[in-house]
């Protein structure tokens, strides 16, 4: 805190050349869904099936510096479909959650450019992106099938399974126009999931359902 200038004597030709401001370190860009997966911070975009990651240099994470050509263009990209939700599933393996599809991208300790996408797993995907939930169990959403079957499932790594069979007739009152606003929740034992109902007019979440699955009920 004592020497505050510093004189700059050093010709450009003589300047040491073998540390350089690398040039495919940029900002991450505007990401709607984030997780985090063997060290890496993996985004998509709004209405995308690009999906990003940070960059991990010489053994040494840097969450913050994402290079734009790392993008995988792969995940599905002619299937008129969108990512609408990414986890580590409870298999430890990267799940992406297409509206019609449930696929895995196997990272492992290889590098980005070995990576593999998985045929689909699981044709249920995600309509509702914030109703995901990780569970010990395995990862929970608000699913779609057609227009009106609707389906809190849980996917175990493998498949999902319809866990609310038994409200059907209360699914069917979740407002279609606000299905994308559902948030779900995970703790103690007991999933909760905040919805509009339609039939009271509500324009914001106003009613919530609570699976506890150790009594299952």
Known sequence: ???????DSTADGSLDTTLKIPT???????FKYIALHKERIFGVKKNSS??????????????????????????????????????????GIFTLFKRNSV????????PPEEWEVSAIFDPHGVVSPYS?????????YHSRTGLDKRSIRVFNG????DISERIQPTLTDISRTLIENIVGNYHDEKYRMAY??????????????????????
């Not at 805190?1 to 004189?7: L, S, W």
């Not at 696929?103 to 492992?108: A, N, S, T």
């Not at 493998?158 to 399974?161: D, E, N, T, V």
Request: proline share 6%; no cysteine; aromatic share 8%.
């Open 1 to 7: 805190n004592t020497t505050t200038t510093y004189t």
């Open 24 to 30: 495919d370190h940029f900002s991450p860009p505007a």
């Open 50 to 91: 690009d999906l990003y990651f940070s960059k991990i240099e010489d053994g040494v994470s840097l969450p913050d510096v994402f290079d734009t050509t790392d993008e995988i263009h792969s995940i599905a990209p002619d299937d008129g479909d969108i990512i609408q939700a990414i986890a580590e599933g409870p298999d």
């Open 103 to 110: 696929r895995k991208l196997f990272v492992g300790t290889a």
């Open 196 to 217: 509009a109902d339609r039939t009271t007019g509500a324009v914001e979440n106003n009613r919530m359902l609570i699976y506890d699955f150790e009594r299952d009920a």
């Open 132 to 140: 995901v939930a990780r569970s010990p169990g395995g990862i929970i």
């Open 158 to 161: 493998q498949s999902s399974q």
